[in-house]
């Protein structure tokens, strides 16, 4: 597509839960990145692919989240055992080799745990 | 720590005149800032880079200035419209690391 994809848009789910949230970046866009966006802040750092690997996975917040890109396209980004301070939307950007360049985000995911 | 201050959480002009965001970081050293415009419900959209050896960039409306001294961006739209009506995010990047460490963004409404 001509703009990076991502579903579901909205997810609904109960604490406890588990949850796979799917990117699908611009065609050609070797980074990958997630970032999680909580009600009236800015987007924040999860995690960061180059091709099919996680070159830094550093804003994870804890090992229940984790990330996966196996192809070096579409990634997947899974949460197990949710809580409700997961409750966000999660955003899926993608963008060029280099060092520097701008971001392509998706619309995002909004996840909430009841 | 590190941390990014944009100015206000909302900021309302009269269209037609130059609204003013201010992006001030501390504890950071970067590389270059980055301006993405967000509406609701949508992802953010990119607007201008400027990296830390250049003092401005323009682009149509827009220009966004770099002191790196002062350790403080400035955004400018001029010749507002109430189409410009969004919420502005400053980010900034440092070097190799890719990632972007975003501000919490400026609300401007433009009052036509």
């Known amino acids: 597509g001509a703009g990076v994809s991502q579903t579901p848009s909205n997810k609904v789910t109960e604490k406890g839960k588990y949850v796979e949230l799917r990117c699908d970046p611009i065609?050609?866009?070797?980074?990958l990145y997630w970032y999680r966006q909580s009600l009236g802040q800015g987007p924040e750092f999860l995690i960061y692919f180059q091709g099919t690997g996680a070159a830094d996975d550093s804003g994870l917040p804890n090992d229940r989240f984790f990330a996966v890109r196996p192809e070096g396209s579409v990634s997947t980004l899974k949460i197990q055992r949710t809580e409700r301070g997961d409750s966000a939307v999660y955003l899926c950007?993608?963008?060029?080799?280099?060092?520097?360049?701008?971001?392509?985000f998706g619309e995002g995911s909004r996840l909430t745990v009841l | 720590s590190q941390k990014i201050e944009q100015n206000s959480e909302a900021l309302n002009i009269q269209e037609g005149k130059t609204a003013t965001l201010t992006c001030n970081y501390t504890n950071y050293s970067p590389a270059y800032l980055q301006w993405y415009r967000q509406d609701p419900g949508r992802g953010p959209v990119f607007l201008l880079l400027?990296?830390?050896?250049?003092k401005e960039k323009r682009k149509e409306r827009l220009k966004v200035t770099f002191d790196t001294t002062l350790k403080q961006s400035l955004f400018h739209i001029t010749a507002s419209q109430p189409a410009d009506s969004a919420t502005y995010l400053c980010?900034?990047?440092?070097?190799?690391?890719?990632?972007?460490?975003f501000g919490s963004g400026t609300q401007l409404t433009v009052l036509p």
């Open positions: 950007a993608s963008g060029g080799q280099g060092a520097v360049g701008e971001l392509f």
């Open positions: 400027i990296r830390e050896n250049e």
């Open positions: 065609s050609g866009h070797t980074a």
């Open positions: 980010a900034l990047g440092a070097g190799s690391a890719r990632q972007l460490t």
